[in-house]
Structures are given as structure tokens and as C-alpha cells.
């Protein structure tokens, strides 16, 4: 099974630069990598999704280098309000029962502070 | 606006019964999920579908049943043969019928919890 390693919890401040990396070393061929935000008592939020190289959105980067064991997600200039739970997400499949799982990472706890 | 909708945002079940958490969606998505969240943890894959009245289970599916009568709707049964049942319920959708590489949009939880 495919899993993903994040660190536990980070800490940054206001205007910094947060990058959060994820090891995934069993990634398949075809799985893309998706991070999602969740703040406390809420659904997880879509944040990025990419492939390979590097992907850009309004809110984040993701850096995948080429053999694809890891990704960062960069956070530019966070503020108060990016401090959440953030998820890193690869496609999983198991062989031996036919079933597919979904393996979300534990999460990294992100505080901002002013 | 289009989204998913969980219902009702804090549920209280008893000893031995069965209790259905509702999840409605109208972005006219195929694929449709449901999670659990313990405190402190990540998610974990209860059961997924495709397509209409069809589902798959997922890595703890032991305890709980659901239905896809309709596209729209995704309700979960939590029944009693599920011992520890306590926790956050996420429902969540994707446009595709495969699941993989899809992002999903997920609703607000319902939070179960044992009297």
C-alpha cells in the first residue's frame, strides 16, 4: 500500500514562506498528488493537484521532483487564517481483495503566529 | 450555490441502534464517499460509488451499509454492529466514476457521538 509520511506539526509566522514536504515512496505510475486544508469541525478543502515538475495555483505551489518518492507543497506568505490541518493525498489500490483505499497522510498541523 | 450537504451536523445514538447519516450533492458529481475522522487523525475510506446503485467498501467498512439510489444522495447506516462508532463523518464527491485522481469536494461532517 502507498503511504504518505508528513511531519506532525510545523510553526511559522505571519508573511513567511511555509513549505510542507510529503513522502510518498510507493506512488503508482498513473496517481497524481493532491493536498487538501481542513480547519477544525469542517469538510477538507481542495488545495493542488499535480503530476510531476511543478504545478502553480492562486493559493500554492507543488514541487514533485522526477522520481515522484515526494512533494512539497509552498505556501507563499501565509497569514492567521492558513493555519489548518494539511492533508497530502495519493491514489491507492490493493491487489489481494480487489478493494481500493484511499490513503490520506496524518496530517501536518500548521500554526501561524502574528 | 452547488455542494454537498450533511445532515444533521451533530447526531447522538444509543446502545444498539441503528442510526443514518444523510449526504445530498448537486454538482451533478458520479462518484461519491464516505469517511471517518477520530480526533486527531486523518481520514479513512469507509465506502465509495462510482454510480448508481453501485458501491464499494472501503479499508473499515465493518458496521456500516449504504445506498445509491440516486445520483444526488450517499446516506451511511451506522449499525449497531459497529462497536466504537464515535467520531466525525465526512461525505465527499468527485466528477469522475474513477475515483483515483479526482479531487473531491467534501460536505461539513456530521459528528456522532454515543449516549
Known amino acids: 500500500l502507498a503511504k504518505t509520511t508528513q511531519p506532525i506539526s510545523m510553526d511559522s509566522y505571519e508573511g513567511q514562506e511555509v513549505n510542507i514536504t510529503c513522502s510518498h515512496n510507493n506512488i503508482a505510475t498513473n496517481d497524481y498528488i493532491t493536498w487538501y486544508q481542513q480547519f477544525p469541525s469542517q469538510g477538507p478543502r481542495f488545495i493542488i493537484q499535480g503530476y510531476k515538475t511543478k504545478v502553480t495555483n492562486e493559493v500554492a505551489s507543488l514541487f514533485i521532483p522526477a522520481d515522484r518518492k515526494s512533494s512539497t507543497l509552498s505556501l507563499p506568505r501565509v497569514s492567521l487564517s492558513d493555519t489548518a490541518v494539511y492533508y497530502c493525498?495519493?491514489?491507492?489500490?490493493?491487489?489481494?481483495?480487489?478493494?481500493?483505499?484511499?490513503?490520506f497522510g496524518s496530517g501536518t498541523r500548521l500554526q501561524v503566529q502574528p | 450555490d452547488g455542494g454537498i450537504t450533511q445532515s444533521p451536523k451533530y447526531l447522538f445514538r444509543k446502545e444498539g441502534q441503528n442510526v443514518t447519516l444523510s449526504c445530498e450533492q448537486n454538482l451533478n458529481h458520479d462518484a461519491m464517499y464516505w469517511y471517518r475522522q477520530d480526533p486527531g487523525q486523518g481520514l479513512r475510506l469507509i465506502y465509495y460509488s462510482q454510480i448508481v446503485n453501485d458501491f464499494q467498501k472501503g479499508d473499515i467498512a465493518e458496521g456500516y451499509s449504504v445506498s445509491r439510489e440516486k445520483k444526488e444522495s450517499f446516506p451511511l447506516t451506522v449499525t449497531s454492529a459497529q462497536k466504537n462508532p464515535t467520531a466525525f463523518y465526512l461525505c465527499?464527491?468527485?466528477?469522475?466514476?474513477?475515483?483515483?485522481?479526482?479531487?473531491?469536494?467534501f460536505g461539513d461532517g456530521t459528528r456522532l457521538s454515543i449516549l
Open positions: 465527499a464527491s468527485s466528477i469522475g466514476q474513477g475515483y483515483r485522481n479526482q479531487p473531491q469536494h
Open positions: 493525498l495519493v491514489g491507492d489500490e490493493t491487489t489481494d481483495t480487489g478493494r481500493r483505499a484511499l490513503t
